[in-house]
Antibody, heavy 119, light 108 residues
Framework: EVQLVQSGAEVKNPGESLKISCKGSGYSFTSYWIGWVRQMPGKGLEWMGIIYPGDSDTRYSPSFQGQVTISADKSISTAYLQWSSLKASDTAMYYCARRCAAADAFNIWGQGTMVTVSS | EIVLTQSPGTLSLSPGERATLSCRAS???????LAWYQQKPGQAPRLLIYGASSRATGIPDRFSGSGSGTDFTLTISRLEPEDFAVYYCQQYGSSSITFGQGTRLEIK
């Protein structure tokens, strides 16, 4: 079964760093783009960026460029999203999603990682 | 960056009725790069339509997509109780992806 499994919920203080993960299984991890999507509480979906694990080619949304870092370790089929200094406004659900082979859409989604930043 | 505007914001219908959801782009989008998703509370989004009109695997044929250029439509021909959810359109262009703000489909 093709799936993406994300790391568990996090509660952090403002200013702390964080790295969340998304592990792919059931397919060739290096052959599909993985994207990250933010959903703030009660709000819509926002694309953050996308990475091709085969060569680590990474693209960022202008809104998130410089705010987060997307990376991947193909040896363990895992993509990452990290922050160096969290803010309260980073409180959100974060989804990873795999891009279709045949189209520019995300057909496989992780279950989401809830990040809460609060003092 | 291409902005996608969905309308209406909320659509109130009854089971069995037909739903028509709109997605308008601020500039032309290639049909190959327009997708629709469904999201239910507490769940990740699910891909319904890609390439503007192709149903994703396992999606019932009551869901259909159409449109081109700047105007796209998701139609649900006959609403089932499980179809009441939030729907998002999404486009990919010039190495950038954007989502619409969503349409909430609620039971009347």
């Amino acid at each position: 079964e093709v799936q993406l499994v994300q790391s568990g919920a996090e509660v952090k203080n403002p200013g702390e760093s964080l790295k969340i993960s998304c592990k792919g299984s059931g397919y060739s991890f290096t052959s599909y783009w993985i994207g990250w999507v933010r959903q703030m509480p009660g709000k819509g979906l926002e694309w953050m960026g996308i990475i091709y694990p085969g060569d680590s080619d990474t693209r960022y949304s202008p809104s998130f460029q410089g705010q987060v870092t997307i990376s991947a370790d193909k040896s363990i089929s895992t993509a990452y999203l990290q922050w160096s200094s969290l803010k309260a406004s980073d409180t959100a659900m974060y989804y990873c999603a795999r891009r279709c082979a045949a189209a520019d859409a995300f057909n496989i989604w992780g279950q989401g990682t809830m990040v809460t930043v609060s003092s | 960056e291409i902005v996608l505007t969905q309308s209406p914001g909320t659509l109130s219908l009854s089971p069995g009725e037909r739903a028509t959801l709109s997605c308008r782009a601020s500039q032309s989008v290639s049909s190959s790069y327009l997708a629709w998703y469904q999201q239910k509370p507490g769940q990740a989004p699910r891909l319904l339509i890609y390439g503007a009109s192709s149903r994703a695997t396992g999606i019932p044929d009551r869901f259909s997509g159409s449109g081109s250029g700047t105007d796209f439509t998701l139609t649900i021909s006959r609403l089932e109780p499980e179809d009441f959810a939030v729907y998002y359109c999404q486009q990919y262009g010039s190495s950038s992806i954007t989502f619409g703000q969503g349409t909430r489909l609620e039971i009347k």
